[in-house]
């Protein structure tokens, strides 16, 4: 058994009772000031968390008020926002500039004129290639007959990966109900959007242009399907590529105009000329897919590319085989036995030449074999019609045919009436009274750091005035200020001492904490030498009132800010001045108070930085002085505990010895009494 488990037992009082209430005096001795030390540390510790963060929001406010990018900074008003708006970079020259907004950039629209009566509709009855010319790039939209119209407006923004957008639009009732519009993303020449065949030339050289007759020929069909040859003539001294591309595109539609079927398909849009978003190549452009041709004698020195042939009808999709083919189809209305075209001992070449020849007797059919070895099938009508039974189409595989129908791109674009709704052009300005073109209506390259948004043609000149921006440095003041007014207070309850009641802040007489506020006020009490005078911030706007809290004039300051903008930023941020005919650098007043708050608040050694860390220091070391001490005093109580369960043990044997022979005695002075 456990002798401290019956401490007392034996003596009474040797108890834990007696042994707690020492205890309790040692503890209040030893431990309770301690804890009292601990709380106050505690305290110290969170009014520093507080203190600091009033401090890092102040001198974020002097740091940017003390920043020259401050001062840079800029607005941009423009005196018609409905036609143009203007942004500005940090840094730009305050100025005036008067802009005339002629033309916006737009992009090319262009409507199908072919009506559906739903998005489900097929596009058309026979297979053809759509092409698309836009800003250099061509492409090749395979139209299939089994493909709708919802199929064909996501072909063309998939195949040219969303240059050109076709949207499907509801515009009418009933069978007429929806049609296909067909736009460029782009604005600007650029962004003009070609059907058909399209040549585009090199760039047009600078200097002496001079083309003579027979000098430069362009090949197109009229509008009765006659080859006409345009015979182009020019002579133009000293011209940059860009008005010699213009120059030639003129001649062109002069030459053009001067044959009435040449200048019916002009005026309908059947064919343009056009020049690149460059400004420098020639865009040549039949939308019906006719062959364009360029010859003469300098015509290498215009076109690399001088040839573009109107499309076969129909392409086969593999070469013929040699051999023996058997099985009939049908081209056009008339069958065709394989068999008896072709042999056992047949070269490939030998079947190509007997099912070409074959298929030229069918009337109005023109069959040749292409560069790449494939079967091509035209006719006069421009359609085309295979077909071959069941049993049979193993034969068509064997001359790389299909069945089905197939469309010239002519035919199907006639069918399609395409009308261009919008001309893709160049945004025109007038900037001080220089005539300017852009291909986008958000223009950044004529002046660093000034970006215009176009919106709309302007009837009148544009006044944008740019200058200083000093919403920000009269916001940061204003924040300093009310942060200020705010430290002070905090400041004074902190370091305070009450003669009267003897209270005390907590960091009284904490001399790190005191120089706080008497460092602050002299760097914003600091004068500067400006214009052969010393100025301070009561100069703009800025004082302290009897409690040694900030003033702000507002409107003095904004004064200043609009009338004296670099005498600001010198005060404020510091510069370089004359003093007695020598240059000095100067620092501004919030120059000076962001490197006093540095100081006490930035680096490892900062003064409230070395603070904290004595404070932690203190509080550490009170922690472990506290274990100590209990340490000592629960070891010494133990101790005592122990000694009085040996007194109590000893005591109680006396006690045991005592209580027997007091029996022992008053049994014999009962025995005597007996007797």
Do not use: C
């Amino acid at each position: 058994m456990n002798p401290l488990s019956s401490l007392g037992v034996g003596s009474g009082v040797l108890n834990y009772e007696v042994i707690d209430k020492l205890k309790k005096v040692d503890e209040n001795a030893q431990i309770t000031p301690i804890d009292k030390k601990l709380q106050e540390n505690i305290n110290k510790q969170t009014e520093l968390v507080g203190l600091k963060t009033m401090l890092s929001t102040i001198k974020n406010n002097s740091k940017k008020i003390s920043d020259y990018s401050s001062y840079l900074q800029r607005n941009a008003t423009s005196s018609d926002e409905s036609a143009l708006k203007v942004s500005v970079n940090d840094g730009v020259p305050t100025q005036d500039i008067t802009i005339k907004v002629n033309e916006i950039a737009k992009n090319s629209i262009n409507e199908v004129g072919l009506k559906f009566s739903s998005r489900d509709d097929l596009f058309s009855s026979a297979d053809s290639i759509m092409k698309l010319h836009i800003d250099g790039k061509d492409y090749q939209i395979k139209i299939g007959s089994t493909d709708t119209l919802e199929n064909i407006a996501q072909k063309i923004i998939d195949e040219t990966g969303g240059d050109i957008n076709a949207s499907i639009m509801k515009t009418g009732v009933g069978d007429s109900a929806y049609s296909l519009m067909i736009n460029s993303k782009q604005t600007g020449s650029g962004g003009n959007i070609y059907f058909g065949s399209t040549l585009v030339s090199s760039d047009i050289i600078s200097g002496a242009l001079n083309l003579a007759d027979g000098d430069f020929n362009i090949n197109m069909m009229d509008s009765n399907g006659v080859n006409k040859t345009i015979k182009v003539v020019v002579s133009n001294d000293n011209a940059e590529s860009k008005q010699n591309a213009s120059i030639i595109k003129e001649a062109i539609l002069a030459a053009m105009k001067q044959d009435a079927d040449m200048a019916n398909l002009l005026e309908n849009g059947d064919i343009s000329v056009d020049i690149s978003g460059d400004g420098k190549k020639l865009v040549l452009n039949d939308k019906r897919g006719f062959g364009i041709n360029i010859n003469g004698a300098k015509s290498d020195q215009l076109f690399t590319k001088k040839n573009i042939t109107e499309d076969n009808t129909m392409v086969g999709k593999s070469p013929i085989e040699a051999g023996l083919i058997t099985g009939i189809i049908t081209i056009g209305d008339t069958n065709l036995d394989l068999s008896l075209l072709t042999d056992t001992r047949n070269t490939k070449e030998m079947n190509e030449a007997a099912i070409v020849s074959a298929i030229n007797e069918i009337s109005g059919y023109y069959a040749t074999i292409t560069e790449d070895g494939y079967l091509a099938i035209n006719t006069n009508t421009g359609e085309v019609s295979i077909k071959a039974g069941e049993e049979h189409k193993e034969a068509l595989e064997k001359i790389g045919l299909e069945s089905g129908k197939f469309m010239d791109w002519s035919i199907l674009a006639k069918k399609m009436n395409i009308k261009n709704i919008q001309k893709a052009s160049n945004a025109n300005i007038t900037y001080n009274g220089v005539n300017i073109s852009r291909q986008n209506n958000t223009i950044d390259d004529i002046a660093s750091g000034i970006t215009l948004e176009l919106l709309s043609p302007s009837t009148k000149d544009i006044n944008v005035s740019i200058g200083r921006n000093n919403t920000n440095i009269l916001e940061e003041i204003k924040a300093f200020v009310e942060g200020y007014n705010q430290l002070i207070p905090k400041l004074n309850e902190l370091t305070r001492y009450d003669e009267d009641t003897k209270i005390a802040g907590i960091f009284n007489g904490v001399s790190d904490i005191r120089v706080i506020k008497g460092s602050l006020h002299r760097a914003l009490a600091t004068a500067s030498f400006v214009d052969g005078r010393y100025e301070s911030m009561i100069d703009y706007g800025l004082s302290f009132n009897d409690d040694g809290l900030l003033i702000l004039d507002e409107s003095k300051l904004q004064n200043e800010l609009t009338s004296n903008p670099d005498k600001v930023r010198d005060f404020f941020k510091g510069g370089i001045v004359t003093i007695n005919g020598k240059e000095t650098e100067t620092q501004g007043i919030f120059t000076l108070v962001s490197k006093e708050l540095d100081n006490l608040t930035t680096g490892d050694s900062a003064i409230l930085k070395l603070f904290e860390e004595s404070i932690k220091n203190d509080d550490k070391r009170l922690k472990d002085d506290r274990a100590r001490n209990i340490e000592l005093i629960n070891n010494r109580y133990e101790m005592m505990a122990n000694r009085f369960a040996a007194y109590d043990s000893q005591i109680a044997r006396a006690n045991n010895s005592f209580n027997s022979l007091n029996m022992m005695i008053e049994q014999s002075l009962a025995d005597k009494r007996k007797n």
